[in-house]
């Protein structure tokens, strides 16, 4: 039964022949009892009237007999009678029984008419008694079984016609949802382009889902994609970057076992701490890309006021105190290096977020760096190239962006989402950060 139900189509031609069945029914049935009462009371005034007319015409009790005789045989058999005290005459040789209130109504002389024992009884009173007709209503009980046949006969023609109408009907009405399964069913894999509004209302916030969920996919895809591409830049640079103080200390080691060199020894030690200084930054990259944000409320011109920086501008946003001010720290360890105090800090509200700049006095950044500075292991000829690769990836986990330009200096910007706002971590990482 599930399987047979488990398609739409089948459900609504299910529903269809119950709707059918249910309005078929009962309208035939109530359509005989209706058929057979009409008939009835037909049958019953039409012989009220011709023994009215009978009673006025007064004919003789033999004559009058003959009459009912020929009355009963011409509504389909029966019986007349003619009643005169205690006495009862039939036009038949078998006695018929006839009800007691039909003697009591002939007796107070009052007319009578009911159906007894399926026979329907009509009566009108005389002086002495009265005459009437008992006519079987086989015929009229034989009414309902003919319409009944009709009915299945004629009404299950009907029945199939509509139910084919309905299926044609249907199938017309559900081709759009054929035309959306085709459809679906030859795109490729690849293809995630949103899907063309459809002709039914019905259909349209099922596209809107299937869309909305095709954009998050692509979304995700395009950053899965960024992501490998960086890892595959971050495996390269890496294993570069290592490879340079690891072949310079073993040029080193390999002086010191020939004959002791205390220049040899410095540069092994000198070359041993610019490794470790490499995967340190390494180690603190890949734990920040792993997460632990703890975010809460932060004025940020408090904040910055208690690491010593003057601040132009206010905001508050939501942010990791602890996150934020390691890439406060990087930042201005870049510009102690590569530029010059001081370092001027502006807050700048912008949508739904507040940009944090910070702007060394220096020349700024070198215009072959400036769209890659915030990659890992870019830098000038000096250091691990890994400082604003951290303050890049502490803003992506506070759901924001950084940017880096030079305004007279060198200037590196990190957008933070108002204290109000939900945070939104993992946000793509783009050019700009």
């Known amino acids: 039964m599930a399987t047979a139900f488990s398609s739409l189509r089948a459900r609504l031609f299910a529903l269809l022949g ?81 009800p007691e209130p039909l003697l009591l109504a002939l007796r107070e002389g009052r007319p009578y008419q009911g159906v007894w024992r399926g026979v329907l009884y009509v009566a009108l009173p005389e002086e002495g008694g009265g005459f009437g007709l008992a006519v079987p209503l086989e015929g009229v009980s034989g009414l309902g079984r003919r319409l009944l046949y009709r009915y299945a006969t004629l009404g299950g023609g009907l029945f199939l016609l509509v139910f084919l109408l309905a299926y044609l009907a249907l199938t017309w009405a559900l081709r759009p949802l054929s035309r959306l399964e085709a459809l679906l069913q030859a795109r490729s894999p690849e293809d995630l382009s949103p899907l063309p509004e459809p002709p039914l209302s019905e259909l349209k916030p099922v596209v809107e889902a299937l869309n909305a969920l095709l954009s998050r996919v692509s979304r995700l895809l395009e950053e899965l994609s960024e992501k490998e591409a960086m890892a595959r830049r971050f495996a390269h640079h890496a294993s570069h970057e290592l490879r340079t103080p690891l072949t310079a200390l073993k040029g080193y080691l390999e002086v010191l076992r020939r004959r002791p060199e205390p220049r040899a020894l410095e540069g092994a030690l000198r070359e041993a701490a610019r490794l470790e200084r490499r995967l340190s930054g390494l180690l603190r990259l890949s734990q920040l890309e792993a997460g632990g944000l703890r975010p809460r409320p932060l004025d940020l011109k408090a904040f910055l006021a208690e690491m010593g920086l003057a601040v132009e501008g206010e905001g508050v946003v939501l942010a990791d105190p602890e996150l934020l001010a390691l890439a406060v720290e990087n930042v201005l360890e870049n510009a102690r290096r590569h530029g010059r105090p001081p370092v001027r800090v502006l807050l700048q509200r912008e949508g739904e977020g507040v940009w ?71 946000a793509p990482f783009r050019e700009g950060g």
């Open 18 to 98: 119950l709707a059918l069945l249910l309005l078929l029914v009962p309208l035939a049935l109530v359509s005989v009892k209706e058929a057979e009462k009409a008939a009835a009371e037909d049958l019953e005034r039409a012989i009220f009237s011709r023994l009215f007319l009978l009673k006025e015409e007064g004919p003789k009790e033999e004559a009058l007999l003959l009459e009912l005789f020929r009355l009963s045989q011409t509504y389909g058999g029966g019986v007349g009678f003619v009643v005169r005290g205690e006495e009862v005459r039939f036009t038949e040789l078998q006695d018929w029984p006839l």
């Open 356 to 426: 944090l700049w910070l702007v060394d006095s220096g020349p700024g950044f070198p215009e072959d760096l400036l769209e890659r500075a915030l990659e890992p292991f870019v830098h000038g000829g000096e250091g691990t190239g890994l400082g604003l690769a951290l303050v890049a990836a502490v803003a992506r986990l506070h759901g924001g962006r950084a940017r880096v330009e030079n305004r007279g200096g060198a200037a590196v910007g990190l957008f933070l989402p108002l204290a109000s706002l939900k945070v939104s971590p993992g």
